[in-house]
């Protein structure tokens, strides 16, 4: 099917587009790869819509992902004169409508700093989405009593309706930079920092009415490991430099090769890719006895690993946060008693022999990277996660059996996708 289809042009791409939804015989993202050409796109009855692709992914027929210097603001072209006169007409029908007004100054004044940053980024689609919502608030008639209300207006989301609510309870959002702290704001950042908790939990314990950490620490939903981490939020809330991240990983790898050279032992996230630091030590350990019928021998093996880390002094406490996995709180060990290491967290974990490099390379991450690249995995008829990389039968989507993969690069050749190293991976922040 995706050979009949005639390369769009903009002239024609309204008309396309509508024949196409109308009649249902295209995928979204195959409409999606027809249009992203294009800056803006109009759909009927829907306003303009913004496309991009991400500024270092380049779709090659032959060679599959490559990685290019271009920036995002070439891959979104030169802005459509025509399209920015239609977003004027729906800002003018707005205002003639209702009217400007400042009753809601308080929440504009903040997305307004929030769409600074988003142009300082680069990232000129969610900038257009915050102006778009700033003046659909300022031709509001009323003043906005949650992000509920005013989610009920046109533009404004389901990310812009969780800032509102922000806003309205600690004056700023999170997500602005240098802004008036107040003590719930103070307590807010702290609570997005424990893991499990996030921006929409910490909204929801701040409703509770809590004030500070100490009242906060007694509330039943806690879990062990985050009670240990709010009363040492001070040392670990701070970021663990690279040469500190080294030692550490050169602490378990020793002890690790000490009891078999034959232990397989990667640092992931951050630190593969090369950051200078990070909030944590990502390690992925596995051994060719390690099957993946036998998942409890390897759990029971982690465990009695970072018991003995314990025992000699260098893990402080450990939680389990999953099977093989755990959140072990580290310490370097220090001859200078009046000056000692901050206890660091490094999340140890343990898969079979097989899952190794499948593992390592959904851990390196970053996020962005990895998605696209199951994506073209799809694509390309192959399931792809941290535990498996199948060929997926055409016609009965079934998936196949697993290959084998001995290492990272086995995967790239397998999806036919020029290898990238893991510190050109970095893409969320690009």
């Not at 006169?85 to 903040?110: C, M, Q, R, Y």
């Not at 950490?213 to 040392?235: A, G, M, R, T």
Request: charge should be positive; proline fraction near 5%.
């Amino acid at each position: 099917m995706l050979t009949t289809i005639r390369p769009l042009t903009r002239q024609n791409t309204n008309t396309y587009c509508q024949h196409y939804l109308n009649n249902s015989i295209l995928t979204a993202r195959t409409l999606i790869q027809q249009v992203t050409r294009f800056s803006y796109i109009y759909f009927p009855g829907r306003g303009i819509a913004s496309f991009y692709w991400h500024p270092k992914l380049k779709i090659n027929k032959n060679e599959g992902i490559t990685v290019t210097e271009t920036t995002t603001q070439s891959f979104r072209g030169p802005v459509d004169k025509k399209n920015v006169t239609v977003d004027n007409e729906i800002d003018k029908n707005i205002t003639a409508k209702f009217g400007p007004n400042s009753l809601n100054k308080n929440i504009t004044d903040v997305l307004k700093e929030l769409a600074k940053q988003e142009r300082a980024a680069g990232d000129f689609f969610r900038e257009r989405a915050y102006h778009a919502a700033i003046k659909s608030i300022k031709a509001y008639p009323k003043k906005i009593e949650s992000g509920k209300e005013a989610r009920e207006l046109k533009f404004i989301g389901p990310s812009i309706e969780m800032k509102i609510d922000e806003i309205l309870k600690t004056g700023t959002c999170s997500y602005v930079t240098g802004y008036p702290d107040s003590a719930e704001r103070k307590l807010f950042n702290v609570l997005t920092k424990i893991p499990r908790i996030g921006r929409i939990n910490a909204l929801k314990y701040l409703n509770k009415g809590y004030k500070t950490l100490e009242e906060f620490i007694d509330d039943s939903d806690l879990q062990p490991d985050q009670k240990y981490i709010i009363k040492h939020i001070n040392e670990l809330g701070e970021k663990i430099p690279r040469l500190e991240m080294n030692i550490l990983r050169e602490y378990i790898f020793r002890m690790l090769k000490n009891l078999d050279h034959r232990y397989l032992i990667e640092a992931c996230g951050r630190f593969r890719r090369g950051e200078k630091c990070s909030e944590s030590l990502n390690i992925v350990i596995s051994h060719p006895e390690f099957k993946e019928d036998a998942t409890e021998n390897i759990d029971d093996f982690l465990k009695k690993f970072i018991n003995d880390l314990k025992i000699q002094g260098f893990c402080t406490e450990y939680f389990p946060k999953g099977p093989s996995k755990y959140l072990a709180i580290c310490r370097i060990p220090s001859k200078d008693a009046a000056n000692p290491y901050l206890r660091r967290k490094i999340e140890l974990r343990a898969v079979p022999y097989k899952n190794y490099w499948l593992t390592v390379l959904a851990n390196t991450g970053d996020e962005v990277f990895y998605k696209s690249l199951q994506e073209k995995s799809l694509e390309k008829g192959f399931r792809l996660n941290d535990t498996i990389l199948a060929p997926i039968d055409p016609n009965s989507g079934m998936v196949g059996e697993p290959l084998i993969v001995n290492s990272e690069d086995d995967i790239f050749k397998i999806l036919n996708i020029k290898y990238l190293a893991p510190e050109t991976r970095d893409w969320k922040s690009s």
